[in-house]
């Protein structure tokens, strides 16, 4: 059987990874060389971009080189291949987290981290358009709304505690002022920076300028192939066109750009060709946002998907990932990463959706990294920052767990009750916690806490959760 090929796989691979880098001495190497850039300068002379500046900066580089050649050797990654990724600083990034964690928590199922490598950051309540579906209701500034000051603070914790991503959206990150010098300082601490937009403000200038600060990617919210449509779900006439000229803009300077579309009844049998739009626009991704019905989409919530119609989207956008080339079709649905694998195990595809912004061609013991890495984020690799500064586990899901401004953010991280649970897959409940599939996917906890109110609960969305139910 597939899946009992991959749990042995997934066993060697478990015990592999302890033996490697859970000893005594491997624990003390990355508690000592995670900290005061060590790790930067010893990857640096690893993979060759500069000489050693002293006899230790050579010691640590031969010792991380012999870790990272036996991690390598576990998942059949070749040596080479890990030198030219690490020629990436937020790869760099990445990889110092990942080591400080295992550090800290060793090999865990799903990996503990001690930061989360993408934060996103709602950076204002205000908004040009009227969506039906907002799980921000956003609209006018709030009068508790961050000065410019304190959000250069939360740049600064988030870069102390080793965050890799921050991605701003809203409301619409563009409407406030101040947006491009905060970009352009989380840009220069190191971390990788994206904006997550309507669109409808992103003139040839403004995509210019994105571009300077050095924005890496910018996502633009499309819902509809038919600008009527798109328009009155938005909430505003001419949101469309200005929507697809900003995703042609950015597409022009050279930016890294995705359109992103939220599936309910209004758009669902359009997706086909919204499909062959995004390809057509030449945009790098295709992102279907899974409808969770929270603050101003509970209007709405009739408009959600049967789990029939969600398995069928997953399907389709699966194929499609696997026949085109460009754009990378990808679902903030974590059951994708299940569809993939099926696919996989069935000789239908080849690539296994690893979590909603990335997939990888893994065969053999190698699919094991999945149970790792993927499924529902929320509090797990992932959180939110609201306007004010308030921590979220997800943006959907409006349960705030401490605030950036007014607490470490470190400690909300590490301590949070809320995101302790979020990372024991143990504790899933009802189908979701007896499904095979539970560390690959583990359902979407906001659409559980949204139609459950119980963020554990299984998600009601998902055709395996609707099967059991009527067995």
Known sequence: MAGENKDGKGMEVLFSLKKTFENRWAR???????????????????????????????????????LLRRGAK??????????????????????????????????????????????????TSMCNLKCKHCYANAGKLAKDELSTEERYKV?????????????????????????????????EKGMFVSVASNGTLITRKVAERMKKIGVGYVEISLDHIDPKIHDEFRGVKGAWKRA??????CIKVGISTGMATTVTKYNYQSIPSMLEFAKKLGVDYFMAFNFVPTRRGKEISDYDLTP??????????????????????????????????????????????????GSAVLEGKTLAIADFIGGCGAG???????????????????????????EDFEKIWMESEIFEKLRNRELLKGACGECKYKYLCGGCRARAFAITGDILDSDPGCIVVEEEVRR
């Open 244 to 249: 697809v000229e900003g995703i042609k803009n």
């Open 155 to 187: 740049i600064d914790k988030l870069d102390k505690a080793g965050v890799v991503l921050v991605a701003f959206s809203g409301g619409e990150p563009l409407m406030r002022k101040d947006f491009f010098e905060i970009a352009k300082y989380a840009r």
């Open 380 to 406: 797990r690799n992932y959180c939110s920052i609201e306007y004010n500064g308030d921590v979220q586990p997800c943006v959907f899901i409006p349960v705030k767990v401490g605030n950036v401004i007014k």
């Open 308 to 357: 029939e119609e969600r398995e069928r989207l997953l399907e389709l956008l699966y194929e499609r990932l696997c026949e085109w080339e460009k754009p990378k079709i990808f679902s903030t649905c974590p059951a994708y990463a299940r569809i993939s694998l099926e696919r996989v195990e069935k000789g239908k595809g080849k690539e296994v959706v690893l979590s909603h912004f």
């Open 74 to 123: 576990i998942f059949d990654v070749k040596e080479n291949d890990i030198i030219e990724t690490f020629k990436n600083p937020e790869y760099v990034r990445g990889l110092n987290l990942v080591m400080k964690s295992i550090a800290t928590y060793g090999i865990t199922k799903p990996q503990k981290l001690t930061a989360p490598f993408i934060v996103v950051w709602d950076y």
């Open 28 to 66: 003390l190497f990355l508690r000592y060389i995670t900290n005061k850039n060590r790790f930067k300068h010893a990857l640096e002379v690893y993979c060759k971009l500069k000489p050693a500046s002293s006899l230790g900066e050579l010691i640590n580089a031969k010792i991380l080189g012999f």
